[in-house]
């Protein structure tokens, strides 16, 4: 068994999203994003399905150009390829699960963009 937390140890940055992984399984990487209100992460793309789950706060989150307001306890699931984008209406905690044959240094590479 493992175990994480979404708000232990949970840190902001000043500049950019927060990416720290909480938990990698044999299926799947668990991803937390800490994200200040302001804060964006540029339109992207994963060539991999993502499940976005909003633990805290509210993000505008940009699909192909049309833009969705998420809510906590929001859930949302993306096939691969699609561009989305992110925006912390408020300061926000992110959960990201990644395929296993995805990388956290790609969601880190996208959080650096600013």
């Known amino acids: 068994m493992k175990t994480a937390s979404l708000i232990k140890e ?10 720290q992984v ?3 399984t044999d299926s ?6 800490a994200m200040k209100k302001g804060q964006v992460m540029k339109e992207h793309k994963t ?8 633990f805290e706060g509210k ?3 940009g699909v ?11 859930l949302l699931a993306l096939e691969g390829n699609i561009p989305h984008d992110l925006r912390a209406e408020e300061d926000s905690i992110v959960r990201l699960t990644l395929s296993k044959s ?3 240094e790609r969601v ?3 959080a650096d963009q600013q």
Not at 64 to 74: R, T
């Open 22 to 24: 909480l938990m990698d």
């Open 64 to 74: 192909q150009g049309q833009e969705y307001s998420v809510q906590k306890g929001d």
């Open 28 to 33: 799947s990487r668990e991803i937390r994003i």
């Open 102 to 104: 995805d990388t956290v």
């Open 47 to 54: 060539p991999y399905p993502i499940v976005v789950e909003l």
């Open 10 to 19: 949970l840190q902001y940055n000043d500049n950019k999203p927060a990416v």
């Open 59 to 61: 993000l505008s989150f």
């Open 108 to 110: 880190k590479g996208v």
